[in-house]
C-alpha cells in the first residue's frame, strides 16, 4: 500500500517555474514506477511523466519534453517535477501516482489528491 500526498502547487507567470513534491509512505516506495498526470478544466486526465523504479529511465508527453524534468530520491520517499519554461495550458491539477502501468502512461494503482498549478498569461 502507498499514500500519495502532493505539495508545490501555485500561481506562476508564464515564463516561471515550479517544483511539485509528493510525498509517499509506504515501505515499497522503492518498488513502483513514479509518474505525474493532469486533469485541465473541462479535460480528461493526461499523462505528464513517469519513471522507473531505479529512476534511470523516464517518459515524458511531447508537450513538457524540455521544460518538465521528473525525479525520485528513494531514501526520502519522494518524487519531483521541476517545471520550466511554463505556459497557459499547464494549467492543471497534478497528481502523483504509482503502479505498474505508470511508465506507459496508461494509469495507476495509487493516486495523491491532487494540487493545482495555475500559469497566468
Known amino acids: 500500500q502507498v499514500q500519495l500526498v502532493e505539495s508545490g502547487g501555485g500561481l506562476v507567470q508564464a515564463g516561471g517555474s515550479l517544483r511539485l513534491s509528493c510525498a509517499a509512505s509506504?515501505?515499497?516506495?522503492?518498488?513502483?514506477?513514479m509518474g505525474w498526470f493532469r486533469q485541465a478544466p473541462g479535460k480528461e486526465r493526461e499523462f505528464v511523466a513517469a519513471?522507473?523504479?531505479?529512476?534511470?529511465?523516464?517518459h515524458y508527453t511531447d508537450s513538457v519534453k524540455g521544460r518538465f524534468t521528473i525525479s525520485r530520491d528513494n531514501a526520502e520517499n519522494t518524487l519531483y517535477l521541476r517545471m520550466n519554461s511554463l505556459k497557459s495550458e499547464d494549467t492543471a491539477i497534478y497528481y502523483c501516482a504509482a503502479g505498474a502501468s505508470v511508465f506507459s502512461g496508461r494509469s495507476a494503482d495509487y493516486w495523491g489528491q491532487g494540487t493545482q498549478v495555475t500559469v497566468s498569461s
Open positions: 519513471l522507473d523504479w531505479s529512476g534511470l529511465s523516464t
Open positions: 509506504g515501505r515499497t516506495f522503492s518498488r513502483y514506477a
